[in-house]
């Protein structure tokens, strides 16, 4: 039986060609008045995910989407 792929997942993660998989940051949402420039400059970058997490992750997207 074929596995299928979590859409949840596909809309938060990106798979790299290299293998890496990234994310968007926290904090980006609201209260922007209080952070500094560079902060939510900072945020518009995604991020790597952790090397804990990357078995979790490849598990919802099993056909690297």
Known sequence: MKTKTKKSAVKR??????GKILRMR??????KASKSKSAKS????PAQ?????????????????
């Open 13 to 18: 993660f990106k798979i790299t060609k290299k």
């Open 26 to 31: 926290q904090m980006a949402g609201h209260l």
């Open 42 to 45: 900072r945020y518009k970058k």
């Open 49 to 65: 995910v952790s090397e804990p997490e990357k078995k979790n992750i490849k598990r919802l997207l099993p056909y690297n989407l």
